[in-house]
């Protein structure tokens, strides 16, 4: 049996017919059929993962409010009262909210998929699966985090009198964008990190600056219109005020950041993935 990312041919022997396991050549293919046919081992990895996120813990699932509220009214402080940072002719609370719940669920997607293959070392080099059920599982146990923000969002919303009326029939664009981007970024790393173990060290510190250069406590307004284009390369620019643009009704100009924002996003996804098979066939000897 040949493993993914080989060739199997047949060499001409005396006596013997002899198969021969050699390592591809190029690009291999994603082979997405195959994903499809371990769709239940994936399930199972999501369900596993989000069990172990809250077991032994004493308010389980009520961590995935209280980080994103919590940040929320430090920013409201800080941002919204002392530095008095324009937040698009809403009130500050539900501006920074609505930010950090998006932003909350690309950074956990993020560093749980990147850092899955190393946390999922013994399963990954004694069983053969496709490894990009290991990635995909933690970014869809987050995307359930994200849901329970979602949830609390709503009220607070209704509480404020906000509302983006028709626009959030376009919100599932901006998340399922949030989930490309998570997971086609992680599909780089997880392979390095499974390589170079101090990767896991340099995550949380990108995640910061990350942060800072997206614009989660306060708007692309700040910004002059010449660079705001610039600033879009960053994919989490327009998908965070996408997803504030659908939800909330925000006036700000987002066809053009988004569309840049949308493009690298999957660009990055479809190149992690090939990155990722490349890869594929190695980590068990790695691991």
């Not at 490894?131 to 869809?140: E, K, S």
């Not at 965070?240 to 840049?260: C, H, K, N």
């Amino acid at each position: 049996m040949a493993f993914p990312g080989s060739t199997v041919e047949d060499v001409a022997v005396p006596h013997t017919g002899v198969t021969r396991i050699a390592p591809s050549q190029g690009w291999v293919s994603l082979e997405l059929g195959e994903l499809w046919r371990y769709r239940e081992l994936l399930v199972f990895l999501a369900v596993r993962d989000i069990k172990v996120r809250y077991k032994q813990t004493v308010l389980g699932v009520a961590w995935a409010v209280l980080q994103p509220v919590a940040t929320a009214l430090i920013f409201a402080l800080v941002f919204g009262r002392l530095a008095k940072l324009p937040s698009g002719g809403l009130p500050y609370v539900v501006f920074a909210l609505a930010g950090l719940v998006v932003w909350s669920f690309f950074s956990a997607a993020f560093d749980g998929a990147a850092n899955s293959l190393v946390s999922n070392g013994s399963l990954v080099s004694k069983v053969y699966f496709p490894r990009l059920c290991v990635p995909i599982a933690a970014v869809v146990a987050s995307f359930i985090d994200f849901l329970i923000g979602l949830v609390v969002l709503v009220p607070v919303m209704a509480g404020y009198q906000v509302w983006g009326g028709l626009r959030i029939l376009l919100l599932p664009i901006f998340i399922v964008l949030a989930f490309a981007a998570a997971l086609g970024f992680a599909l780089w790393l997880a392979p390095v990190a499974v390589k170079y173990r101090d990767v896991r060290h340099v995550i949380p510190f990108m995640l910061q600056a990350w942060l800072f250069l997206t614009p989660v406590a306060y708007s692309t307004t700040l910004l002059d219109s010449g660079w705001r284009w610039v600033y879009a390369l960053n994919p989490m620019v327009g998908i965070v005020e996408g997803f504030r643009w659908s939800l909330l009704g925000i006036d700000v100009a987002i066809t053009g950041p988004a569309l840049i924002s949308a493009g690298i996003a999957l660009t990055v996804l479809v190149g992690g993935a090939l990155y990722f098979r490349r890869k594929e066939r190695t980590l068990a000897d790695v691991l």
